[in-house]
């Protein structure tokens, strides 16, 4: 057992292999997954994402296990044999995975979410790694919707979406779809929908490009009876998903929780023109502070310029966002770090924000480069930078 386990696996090669995935919704809470490759694999390699596969994930293939582990979980058969097919049922699991997206997540009205760039992983043959190019194929749970984003015109970053299995069947807002759970409130729908629409007219004219996947936004409600205010946002290519919740969420409008919510949006529609090019960008090579910071920077400039922030309001926030940063002792080593520190670090460059990043969306679209500080240090060093 343990050799098998142990072969040294040092480096990527050779072509993405071709698998098919069919993803059925076969309960409520459950979904079956049908793993059919084009070739033979000793096994199959993802990347951990906490508990997930081992609470979530349970093998139909007779002779097939998982194995759990730090860095990676594996598929493979106990015998060592070479495997074509393999099956797996995952159950919903709404842990929250910290900087990770949510596996899966519900809607009040029965509409389920899952993350398909879980499902990703690697073949295995021999000592030879291949990234899986899935074709995912979905089927609903009776005559539910199925979901997702819709294939892009233009040529776009690699990602891999949330599918929706669910009632609802989405509606045109502007350029975007959307997908609201019915338990949102009116304030809340109404700033979602209002802001969406403003700052995408903004970061469109400001960043002079047009997104190259069209907008799918999806907002799920959930945990209402906890106090206060509860709202998070992922973005996934061309796609948006929305948590919010919170006992706040249903009880009357008001100004500040509207501030709120148009800063979370600000914020998540900023990652994607971020994202809006064809290579390069974020990537596992690029600091998070300069996504993070650089989207809390991009979402007070869009906010103020679009008139949807007083002058009063954006002082507020960027005052309180670089006290945390001092309060954290200007680190990158917490979650909220990354946000706050790296929000400094951008104030700190006394450039406009802008151009600066409408050049650095250009170069990692051009070049395919990973957006680095080396990056910003040598558009800003040009100099053609300076806040009028
Ligand atoms: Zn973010």
Same mark, same amino acid.
């Given at each position: 057992?343990?050799?098998a386990m142990?072969?040294?696996?040092s480096?990527?090669?050779?072509? $993405?292999?071709?698998?098919? #995935?069919?993803?059925?919704? #076969?309960?409520? +809470?459950?979904?079956r997954?049908?793993?059919?490759?084009?070739? $033979?694999?000793?096994?199959i390699?993802?990347?951990?994402?906490?508990?997930?596969?081992?609470?979530?994930?349970k093998?139909?293939?007779?002779?097939?296990?998982?194995? &759990?582990?730090?860095?990676?979980?594996?598929? !493979?058969?106990?015998?060592?044999?070479?495997?074509?097919q393999?099956?797996?049922?995952i159950?919903?699991?709404?842990?929250?995975?910290?900087?990770?997206?949510?596996?899966? +997540?519900?809607? !009040?009205?029965?509409?389920?979410?899952?993350?398909?760039g879980?499902?990703?992983?690697e073949?295995?043959?021999?000592?030879?790694?291949?990234?899986?190019a899935?074709?995912?194929?979905?089927?609903?749970?009776?005559?539910?919707? #199925?979901?997702?984003?819709?294939?892009?015109?233009? $040529?776009?970053?690699?990602?891999?979406?949330? &599918?929706?299995?669910?009632?609802?069947?989405?509606?045109a807002?502007?350029?975007?779809?959307?997908?609201?759970?019915?338990?949102?409130?009116?304030?809340?729908?109404?700033?979602?929908?209002?802001?969406?629409?403003?700052? !995408?007219?903004?970061?469109?004219?400001?960043?002079?490009q047009k997104?190259?996947?069209?907008?799918?936004? #999806?907002?799920?409600v959930?945990?209402?009876?906890?106090?206060?205010?509860?709202?998070?946002g992922?973005v996934?290519?061309?796609?948006?998903?929305?948590?919010?919740?919170? &006992? &706040?969420?249903?009880?009357?409008?008001n100004?500040?929780k509207?501030?709120?919510?148009?800063?979370?949006?600000?914020h998540?529609?900023?990652?994607?023109?971020q994202?809006?090019v064809?290579?390069?960008?974020?990537?596992e090579?690029?600091?998070?502070?300069?996504?993070?910071?650089?989207?809390?920077?991009?979402?007070?400039?869009?906010?103020?310029?679009?008139?949807?922030?007083?002058?009063?309001q954006?002082k507020?926030?960027?005052?309180?966002?670089?006290?945390?940063?001092?309060?954290?002792e200007? !680190?990158?080593?917490?979650?909220?770090?990354?946000?706050?520190?790296?929000?400094?670090?951008?104030?700190?460059?006394?450039?406009d924000?802008?151009?600066?990043?409408?050049?650095?969306?250009?170069?990692?679209?051009?070049?395919?480069?990973?957006?680095s500080?080396?990056?910003?240090?040598s558009?800003?060093?040009?100099?053609?930078?300076?806040?009028?």
């Amino acid at each position: 057992m343990g050799l098998a386990m142990s072969v040294a696996v040092s480096a990527h090669a050779g072509e $993405p292999l071709p698998v098919q #995935v069919r993803l059925t919704h #076969v309960a409520p +809470d459950t979904w079956r997954a049908d793993y059919q490759f084009s070739q $033979p694999v000793t096994s199959i390699r993802f990347k951990s994402v906490g508990e997930l596969r081992k609470s979530a994930w349970k093998v139909l293939t007779p002779g097939v296990a998982l194995a &759990a582990g730090e860095a990676y979980d594996a598929l !493979s058969a106990a015998d060592g044999k070479p495997l074509r097919q393999v099956s797996v049922e995952i159950s919903a699991f709404e842990q929250d995975l910290g900087k990770q997206y949510l596996a899966t +997540d519900k809607l !009040s009205d029965g509409g389920r979410l899952i993350y398909l760039g879980f499902l990703q992983g690697e073949g295995q043959q021999g000592k030879l790694l291949r990234d899986m190019a899935a074709n995912f194929t979905l089927a609903g749970l009776g005559n539910e919707t #199925v979901l997702v984003p819709a294939k892009p015109a233009t $040529p776009v970053k690699d990602t891999t979406p949330y &599918a929706y299995f669910g009632p609802q069947t989405p509606v045109a807002a502007g350029e975007a779809q959307v997908l609201l759970d019915p338990k949102l409130s009116a304030w809340a729908k109404e700033t979602l929908l209002d802001i969406t629409a403003r700052m !995408s007219a903004y970061y469109s004219t400001a960043y002079q490009q047009k997104l190259r996947q069209p907008l799918l936004l #999806v907002a799920a409600v959930s945990d209402t009876s906890m106090p206060g205010l509860s709202i998070k946002g992922g973005v996934v290519g061309g796609q948006i998903v929305y948590r919010l919740g919170g &006992a &706040a969420l249903l009880t009357a409008d008001n100004p500040q929780k509207r501030a709120i919510l148009a800063e979370l949006v600000a914020h998540e529609m900023a990652h994607l023109w971020q994202n809006n090019v064809r290579h390069g960008g974020i990537s596992e090579q690029s600091p998070p502070w300069i996504h993070e910071g650089g989207a809390e920077a991009m979402a007070l400039d869009g906010l103020l310029r679009s008139g949807i922030w007083s002058a009063e309001q954006g002082k507020a926030f960027a005052d309180a966002t670089l006290a945390e940063c001092e309060k954290l002792e200007h !680190s990158f080593d917490t979650y909220r770090g990354i946000y706050a520190c790296g929000f400094e670090r951008f104030s700190k460059l006394k450039v406009d924000i802008v151009p600066l990043w409408r050049d650095m969306i250009a170069t990692a679209d051009s070049k395919g480069e990973a957006y680095s500080e080396a990056m910003i240090n040598s558009l800003v060093a040009r100099g053609d930078k300076a806040a009028p």
